[in-house]
T-cell receptor, first 114, second 112 residues
């Protein structure tokens, strides 16, 4: 069964809206979670590393004020796309690490901005 | 910037044929994972290779990690239509940061 749950799976909203995506580790504590973005027919690009209780680490070129990440507990990280525009439309995927184990991925969130 | 070059990008074969997908880098990875991703879903882990020269088998899939831990291959024997999907390799960056660098993926289509 799934060990990482992502919600919502699909969201459509108007330009200018802020959208929050949740990533939960279901049966383990994840001190580190990762957020990726995947455009059609492309691979996963790491956006940021989310650390419980501290600020996220963003990859080069990713606007931290645009993509707000909060990792308030050991089982939940959230990504908020602020003032979303059509170019932000993408497939957003989170992952979480169990200790000494590979990353487990959520099923992704399809974000469509009209 | 650590890059992972994956090839081929697209592969369309007939059922029963064999195929190999390659991932190459100039960087050394502490481990390398292979994932399979279906449309609209997150990647699902197939295997992790850690030791240089390591070979792992998963039914008809054979995974190899290069001796220098810079490259890896996925070989599928007697491909079946159910093998159709996007295969991704991902290297774990040395240094304990746990970040993964993904290849661009191989879109495999196995025709009946």
């Amino acid at each position: 069964g799934a060990v990482v749950s992502q919600h919502p799976s699909w969201v459509i909203c108007k330009s200018g809206t802020s959208v929050k995506i949740e990533c939960r580790s279901l049966d383990f504590q994840a001190t580190t979670m990762f957020w990726y973005r995947q455009f059609p027919k492309q691979s996963l690009m790491l956006m940021a590393t989310s650390n419980e209780g501290s600020k996220a680490t963003y990859e080069q070129g990713v606007e931290k004020d645009k993509f707000l990440i909060n990792h308030a507990s050991l089982t939940l990280s959230t990504l908020t796309v602020t003032s979303a525009h059509p170019e932000d439309s993408s497939f957003y995927i989170c992952s979480a690490n169990r200790e000494d184990q590979p990353q487990h991925f959520g099923d992704g969130t399809r974000l469509s901005i009209l | 910037t650590q890059l992972l070059e994956q090839s081929p990008q697209f592969l369309s074969i007939q059922e029963g044929e064999n195929l190999t997908v390659y991932c190459n880098s100039s960087s050394v990875f502490s481990s390398l994972q292979w994932y399979r991703q279906e449309p609209g879903e997150g990647p699902v882990l197939l295997v992790t290779v850690v030791t240089g020269g390591e070979v792992k088998k998963l039914k008809r899939l054979t995974f190899q990690f290069g001796d220098a831990r810079k490259d890896s291959s996925l070989h599928i024997t007697a491909a079946q239509p159910g093998d159709t999907g996007l295969y991704l390799c991902a290297g774990a960056i040395q240094g304990g940061s746990e970040k993964l660098v993904f290849g661009k993926g191989t879109k495999l289509t196995v025709n009946p």
